[in-house]
């Protein structure tokens, strides 16, 4: 069986851990836990080749920079609004959806028990850029409607009318 897993040069060698069912990423992190117990001749390095490996380290990559992404879409999202409106209160007006929809979909989430995945991860960007665009649209509509005289339950009704079916319509 050397010949199987062990190349003739003794350089390189296949270790084949199987499970009944997938590995975790904290299996992983014990098995790499317990390879750095085993002793290796000079140069001699261990990688892991499975997909439960590349998708948990992917996982992993994707949980580190969460964060970092949100914060630079936040700061971006709010430069573009800033010299938009030029007003911190009409910045608030437009962003507030936006705000209670990450809340409601992190909660929901949290209250169904859905777990963070790569997927999960990018909704909260998702939902900054699309809601962010929707609100322009309707904030944007809105001040044409105030501009042109009409009162606020006018424009508001106008731009509900006009720009709110076309927002529902592209969200759904």
């Not at 380290?57 to 938009?84: H, N």
């Not at 409106?85 to 949290?110: D, E, K, N």
């Amino acid at each position: 069986m050397r010949e199987s897993f062990v190349t003739n040069d003794y350089t390189a060698a296949l270790i084949i851990i199987k499970a009944d069912e997938e590995i975790e990423e904290k299996q992983v992190r014990e098995i790499d836990d317990a390879i750095l117990f085993v002793e290796t001749p000079g140069d001699a390095s261990f990688r892991h080749a499975s997909f439960s490996t590349l998708f948990s380290q992917m996982d992993r990559m994707m949980e580190e920079s969460q964060a970092k992404t949100t914060g630079v879409s936040l700061v971006l999202v709010f430069a573009i609004l800033f010299s938009f409106f030029r007003t911190p209160f009409r910045i608030i007006l437009a962003f507030a959806p936006v705000l209670f929809a990450i809340i409601y979909a992190l909660g929901t989430m949290g209250l169904v028990g859905i777990p963070f995945t790569p997927l999960t991860v990018m909704i909260m960007t998702i939902l900054i850029g699309l809601g962010t665009d929707y609100s322009v649209h309707f904030v944007s509509r809105y001040r044409e409607e105030r501009a042109k005289g009409f009162e606020t339950q006018a424009a508001l009704q106008t731009t509900t009318l006009t720009v709110g079916s076309a927002i529902l319509t592209a969200s759904l």
